[in-house]
């Protein structure tokens, strides 16, 4: 199967800031993600949604911590919602952010999703994952680091010229 993958894990800065968002699907799910983060250290920014509210709707929750995010190259964001497929709509839609989508099963895209995009959004679909398995993918997706190999920020560097 080719050579075995070399991920290299990284000790990222705490005082990265950490843009959350999600609708009504992933609320309960944000809330978790917002409070085990800051348990470990990281800044947290909530976008929203703040109250419960089954009848909200994501675009624009999503929108404000993606653009968040694109202000902030430094920082990252992770969005909720009940497959996570809207909302990593919504971000990729702004400049500058590269969102992936994951709602359970094998972790090996949240690592490739950072080693070969650079992805700074994790889109998670609340509907398909338990608050322990949003973690162990989260802290991955935090700690696996860009190796900023030729190729694949070439390929950055022209989604961002792509959407400017």
């Known amino acids: 199967m080719g050579e075995p993958s070399r ?22 799910l944000k809330n978790n ?3 085990y ?22 675009p624009q929750i999503v929108a404000t911590a993606a653009h968040a995010v694109a202000q902030h190259p430094e ?8 497959s996570g497929q809207g909302e990593a709509i ?7 952010v590269r969102a992936v989508v994951w709602y ?5 895209i949240i690592r490739l999703s950072r080693e070969h995009n650079d992805a700074n959004m ?10 322990d398995e949003a973690r162990e993918a989260i802290r991955l997706w935090l700690e696996t680091d860009f190796p900023a190999e030729e190729r694949h920020a070439r390929r950055i560097a022209q989604l961002d010229h792509a959407t400017s």
């Open 104 to 108: 359970g099963g094998s972790t090996e």
């Open 33 to 35: 993600v917002a409070e």
């Open 7 to 28: 991920t290299r894990i990284v000790s990222l800065s705490i005082d990265m800031i950490i843009h959350l968002a999600a609708d009504h699907a992933g609320f309960a």
């Open 122 to 131: 994790l889109s998670i679909g609340a509907r398909f994952v338990t608050d």
């Open 90 to 96: 919504v971000a990729n839609r702004v400049a500058g």
């Open 37 to 58: 983060l800051r348990s470990i250290g990281y800044e947290v920014t909530d976008h929203g949604a703040h109250l419960l509210d089954e009848t909200d709707d994501y």
């Open 75 to 82: 920082s990252r964001g992770i969005v909720f919602g009940g």
